[in-house]
């Protein structure tokens, strides 16, 4: 095992081909309507976010049978997993969150939900109910993080510290729910060695399952004006790959890694400008792991 890959894992715990169906349900995020800030992170441009089947406009239920749809075109037999990835999901009143997450789980071949959130938009109420759930259907919580320097987050306008992300992930762990992470490498001001020292402080969270991506600049945002202004250093692919593998040899070995990679929309993306679609950076990434020998976790000494 070069790394304990998501697709692998679903595997396991599927007999059939699962995918993941993003669904807007039109949840609002406080970095943006004021409960914290109005500017959002200052990457932040939502429309990356959501596939074209995607969109908050329609219920829930047409959403769902558009992404089947979608899918369906590859794949014969698959069953889907309700993705609430857009903006805040757990951002609203219990009972409201109660009855979006439940419809979605009625819908034919949904099995299980996956919602993306902010670290700072669960409570112990919201956690209790999802802990409930998880004994009836798979559920996965993923939160995003983004860095785990304060420093970095207040440069970004992330609107929280770490110390609320690890809080939200130990509250999580603690009622057995499977925890995803997200995190940014090469945010502005966050070297190689400050990437190795998050990777460390990320191993020791009780986590399930990372998502890594680059630091990409979307047009529109305010990054956006402060990349035009004064350029900062973003990864060439070559640099990147070698960032990644030094990264996932600091991440414990059963720690699921989902993704390693993003690309936004062409249409949408100021730089870095790779040309390379997901599959293809991985395979180039798992080929130069194989290169120089390197695995995921075979840098922490207790393995
Ligand atoms: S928390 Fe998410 S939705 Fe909210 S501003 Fe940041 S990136 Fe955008």
């Not at 932040?44 to 976010?49: L, P, R, V």
């Not at 870095?272 to 130069?288: E, S």
Request: hydrophobic share 35%; net charge neutral; aromatic share 10%.
């Amino acid at each position: 095992m070069i790394i304990n890959d998501f697709g692998s894992w679903m595997k396991k715990r599927f007999p059939y081909k699962v995918q993941k169906i993003s669904i807007d349900a039109g949840f609002s995020c406080p970095n943006r309507d004021g409960k914290i800030s109005k500017g959002g992170c200052i990457f932040c441009d939502n429309k990356t976010f959501n596939p074209s089947y995607c969109d908050p406009t329609k219920s829930i239920k047409e959403q769902i049978q558009e992404g089947k749809d979608f899918f369906r075109r590859k794949y014969k037999d698959m069953k889907f997993i309700a993705y609430f990835q857009a903006y805040s999901n757990t951002y609203a009143p219990i009972e409201q969150l109660k009855r979006i997450y439940e419809k979605a789980l009625e819908e034919e071949e949904i099995v299980g939900i996956a919602i993306g959130t902010r670290p700072d938009c669960v409570n112990e109420e919201i956690l209790d109910y999802l802990a409930q759930l998880n004994k009836q259907t798979f559920v996965t919580i993923e939160y995003g993080v983004e860095s785990t320097n304060d420093e970095t987050l207040r440069f970004i306008n992330r609107g929280h510290d770490f110390a609320c992300s690890k809080r939200a992930i130990e509250m999580s762990a603690e009622r057995g729910l499977c925890v995803g992470i997200h995190v940014i490498l090469g945010l502005p001001g966050e070297d190689k060695e400050e990437c190795i020292r998050q990777a460390k402080i990320i191993s020791d969270l009780p986590i399930n399952i990372l998502k890594i991506h680059q630091m990409q600049v979307i047009k529109g945002t305010k990054l956006a004006r402060i990349y035009e202004k004064e350029p900062f250093h973003l990864y060439d692919v070559e640099e990147y790959i070698n960032l990644v593998t030094e990264y996932l040899r600091w991440i414990r070995k059963d720690i699921v890694i989902e993704r390693v990679v993003s690309q936004s929309p062409k249409e949408l993306l100021i730089a870095p400008d790779w040309g390379l679609k997901n599959y293809q950076f991985t395979n180039l990434l798992l080929n130069h792991m194989k290169e120089v020998k390197a695995q995921q976790g075979d840098k922490i000494a207790y393995q």
